[in-house]
């Protein structure tokens, strides 16, 4: 998978870790449904570091390469949905 870092910009969170979740095999990668995302060819990642760390990646992709453009760690909520995700595929 090939990435673009050119509109990244989330310093606190390095690119390694953000690479690494896009590279989990239980990431979700979500197209919104809607609204001002779906509208901008924006996606959603969930996915965790080799580290451990649940990262939240928002991100748009033009099926070659994938272009980070801001990551956080995710909430509770996203947490236990992506832990939900995972169990229901095990």
Known sequence: MDFDWSTYSTPEIPQTEVHESFEDPFCLR????GGALAEHSRFLCLGKSLAGKSIFSLYSSDGRKMRPISSR?????????????VKESL
């Open 30 to 33: 979500i197209l919104p449904g």
């Open 73 to 85: 760690l995710m909430t509770d909520a996203e947490s236990y949905f992506y832990e939900r995700k």
